[in-house]
């Protein structure tokens, strides 16, 4: 079992910056990737950023290529989601997500473990 844990989230005006975090329990030297993704209001969970916790590549939806950054602090077992210049569409619940998988997953089928979500609302 691997245990996530979220925390940074908040309300914040368009233009602003919030860094989420999310801190890594248990068997995580099963984890091959560590991904963000987001719930907007009725809409589905989407891929937002995953880090390749084996290599430390890194991968970004298109839709936040530029403004937001993934990092792992390896001492911690935290992976980061810098996220600046945000915009109203980026308010959601941000998920933070664990991969068993080596194979680079994009959708959440493709992730096992999850955290409970912490809300993200900008405001324009």
């Known amino acids: 079992q691997v245990q996530l844990v979220e925390s940074g989230g908040g309300l914040v005006q368009a233009g602003g910056s919030l860094r989420l975090s999310c801190a890594a329990s248990g068997r995580t030297f099963s984890t091959y990737h560590m991904g963000w993704f987001r719930q907007p209001p009725g809409k589905e969970r989407e891929f937002v950023a995953l880090?390749?916790?084996?290599?430390?590549?890194?991968n970004y939806a298109d839709s936040v290529k530029g403004r937001f950054t993934i990092s792992r602090d390896n001492a911690k077992n935290t992976v980061y989601l810098q996220m600046n210049s945000l915009r109203p569409e980026d308010t959601g619940v941000y998920y933070c997500?664990?991969?068993?998988?080596?194979?680079?997953?994009?959708?959440?089928?493709?992730?096992?473990?999850w955290g409970q979500g912490t809300q993200v609302t900008v405001s324009s």
């Open positions: 997500a664990a991969s068993e998988s080596i194979v680079v997953r994009t959708t959440p089928s493709g992730y096992r473990y």
């Open positions: 880090f390749n916790w084996r290599g430390g590549t890194t």
